[in-house]
């Protein structure tokens, strides 16, 4: 399995922009399918975005839809979220994901996490 770890996460006022990065180990990352998913506290985690293994297709959460934007470098073994126009909705642990069974829109399909990144937005 690849092993996955975020980081740029941070604390930041509402409106501002953050952009969290995944960097995965192996040599089989391209294979993968990625995405992020989310926790707030006393909140099941949940799906934010998904990107195919190639990065041609793209999904969103209707929530972030038009703020958020994932993609990926292959060559660089990474992926990344660039969050613009941040809320304090948003604030919440993200999480890396990696899965080789179809695109990550759902928990039960990812193969791999990584260990969170703590986003906090303030009003």
């Known amino acids: 399995q690849v092993q996955l770890v975020e980081s740029g996460g941070g604390l930041v006022q509402a409106g501002a922009s953050l952009r969290l990065s995944c960097a995965a180990s192996?040599?089989?990352?391209?294979?993968?399918?990625m995405g992020w998913f989310r926790q707030a506290p006393g909140k099941e985690r949940e799906f934010v975005a998904a990107?195919?293994?190639?990065?041609?297709?793209?999904y969103y959460a209707d929530s972030v839809k038009g703020r958020f934007t994932v993609s990926r470098d292959n060559a660089k073994n990474t992926m990344f979220l660039q969050m613009n126009s941040l809320k304090p909705e948003d604030t919440a642990v993200y999480y890396c994901?990696?899965?080789?069974?179809?695109?990550?829109?759902?928990?039960?399909?990812?193969?791999?996490w990584g260990q969170g990144a703590q986003v906090t937005v303030s009003s």
């Open positions: 192996g040599r089989t990352f391209s294979s993968y399918a």
């Open positions: 990107i195919s293994s190639a990065g041609v297709s793209r």
């Open positions: 994901a990696a899965g080789s069974r179809g695109v990550l829109l759902t928990r039960g399909i990812v193969d791999s």
